[in-house]
Every structure is written in C-alpha cells, then in structure tokens.
C-alpha cells in the first residue's frame, strides 16, 4: 500500500492485510517534473497539436497532406483523436502512449517511421492503421510525432489539476488486471443491463477480442480471477480480419 495524488509521488510502499490500519504519510513532489508523472493522461494528451482550422478542407497529398474527404477541423478530431479515432480504444497521454519505447525507436530512422510501426504492431493494427489512411497518414503521423518528440525533450502539461474535493475524497477505486498479458480484453459486464441490481457482487465477466480461446472471469469478493475455456469451431483460425466466431462448450455460438 501507498499513497498516491496529484503534487505527491508515491510514499514508501507498506506491506499490508486485509482489515489493517495504516497511516500512510504522503510524500510531496520535489518538483513539477516530478509530479506531473501523476497528472491524468488527457493533461498530456492536451499537448498534441492538431491542424489550425484553416487548414481544411484538405487538399490531399500533394496539397497539405490532409485528406481531401476531410472537411473540417471537427471532423479531423474526430476520426484520428476522439471516438472514432485513438481514444475510443487507448487512454491517450499515458505514459505507455506519450512515450516511444527505445526497442522501436531503435528499428526506425525517425519519430515518425516509430509511430509507423507501433500503429501496426498489435491486434488492432490494421483498423488503427485505416484511421490514419483515412484523414492522410503522412500528416497524421508527424502530428503524433511532433507531440511525443516534444515530450520526450521536456516540454510539460501546463494545466494543474484540482486535488478532489468533499464527497470525491470518499472515493475509493479498485483496479484488477486480469486476463493475461497477451490478450486484447474489450469488454466486460457484471449483470443484465436491463436491470443492473441482478448478480449484485457476483462474477465480472470480460470478453476478449481476437486473442484468446477463454472468457476470463473476475470475482470481486474473493479478490481472484479464473478461466472459462472456450471451443473454436476452426481449430487453425483464419488471420484475424476474418474474425472466427467461437463456440461454447454448451454448443451456443458467439
């Protein structure tokens, strides 16, 4: 246990049971580089810069490298920075996305050729990757370029947030990561959605996408996770742009 918050940085970890007192002592930042490591993801993501309205409509690869299809500055936002674009799957301005990893940057002759590759590089490659073709991915990648490079040279958030304030300070969140390292979890659900009091403290259930042959199974009480194992109708699936339905033991579909 330890105590974490916005202007802190982590307070000596204690070892700790359930039902323990402890009396954790919060450790202030030394600094504003320190304490923006805790600053919520869109602080950072607040730095990338998008094109100036006056940029649109676009005039295609050969003009400014924004799509021609794309007509405003709204709907660039949309399609490679909000719902349709990178934040409906990835919390943008996390340290895993603010950040290249030197393991890619040392395959690549640039920034740019960096963002190239990571785009590709997982489950969801191909669907990431049409985003960006989508709105002209030459300018698209230099935007998200420009914006890790100027982090990675110490540009900051400007922005500080608010420490909570009355009933936000009773908040208490619990994180599970469960599943595997290895597998892309989408969704998850713990009772009907017509009538969420169903199954009140019962099993978390999370669907994986395009990963794994298992549902993966939470139970908040007991603090444990499990597996329900699952059969696919083709043991040697197609590639997964194909998407293999699977079948449950019980012979449903899903």
């Not at 030394?30 to 950072?44: F, N, Q, S």
């Not at 997982?122 to 985003?131: E, L």
């Not at 595997?180 to 009538?195: G, M």
Request: hydrophobic share 35%; charged share 25%.
């Amino acid at each position: 246990m330890w105590a974490r918050g916005y202007g802190l940085v982590d307070s000596p970890k204690v070892k700790a049971i359930p039902g323990q007192t402890l009396n954790l002592k919060a450790v202030l930042a030394p600094d504003k580089k320190a304490a923006v490591e805790y600053y919520p993801a869109l602080y950072w993501f607040s730095l990338l810069q998008v094109p100036s309205k006056s940029d649109f409509p676009g005039t295609g690869p050969n003009g400014n490298g924004i799509a021609s299809n794309v007509k405003s500055q709204g709907q660039w936002i949309r399609e490679i920075v909000n719902t349709d674009g990178c934040t409906g799957c990835h919390q943008m301005g996390d340290k895993a996305t603010r950040e290249i990893p030197n393991s890619i940057l040392s395959q690549t002759a640039d920034s740019k050729a960096a963002w190239d590759l990571r785009l590709q590089a997982c489950q969801a490659g191909a669907g990431m990757s049409s985003s960006f073709n989508r709105v002209g991915r030459k300018r698209a990648l230099a935007m998200y370029a420009d914006w890790s490079d100027r982090i990675a040279h110490g540009e900051l958030p400007v922005d500080v947030p608010s420490r909570p304030q009355g009933r936000e300070r009773n908040v208490v969140i619990t994180i599970w990561d469960w599943a595997d390292p290895k597998v892309y979890l989408h969704d998850d659900i713990a009772s009907d959605k017509r009538n969420p009091t169903v199954n009140a403290n019962g099993p978390i259930y999370g669907g994986l996408e395009d990963s794994a042959d298992y549902l993966t199974v939470l139970d908040p009480v007991r603090n444990a996770t499990s597996k329900v194992q699952m059969r696919v109708r083709d043991p040697q699936p197609a590639p997964q742009i194909r998407r293999p339905r699977l079948r449950l033991r019980t012979g449903a579909t899903k």
